[in-house]
């Protein structure tokens, strides 16, 4: 096997490789937005257009930088942590008037 033809057998694998990580990107990111539309149809169907909005943005937004740590090492530093709270506190602000009224509903 001559030298010229090793070399054309090792591109065409690294672009195979290439490709094939191309596409399992590709389809991982489909399969993960249409699961987040299923949950966010299901929530939609299920309680108030804001709870389910907020609750699938904050979901969103922590998987993302959780995702982001684990598997490319990014910092979570505390200006993360104080957004992540402040998003939090927003999204039980927004959804404490619907408590409330479930448990006088209860009542």
Do not use: H, P
């Not at 090792?10 to 699961?35: D, E, F, I, K, R």
């Not at 969103?60 to 684990?70: C, I």
């Amino acid at each position: 096997v001559s030298t010229q033809s090793t070399g054309y057998l090792q591109l065409t694998q690294a672009v195979l490789a290439g490709l094939l990580n191309t596409g399992l990107c590709v389809a991982s990111l489909v399969l993960c937005n249409l699961l987040m539309w299923l949950s966010f149809t299901t929530a939609m169907q299920n309680m108030r257009t804001v709870t389910a909005t907020s609750a699938i943005t904050t979901v969103n937004f922590l998987v993302s930088g959780v995702m982001g740590w684990t598997l490319f090492g990014e910092v979570l530093g505390l200006t993360w942590w104080v957004g992540v709270g402040c998003i939090v506190a927003g999204v039980l602000l927004l959804n404490a008037d619907q408590s409330a009224r479930e448990l006088e509903k209860e009542e």
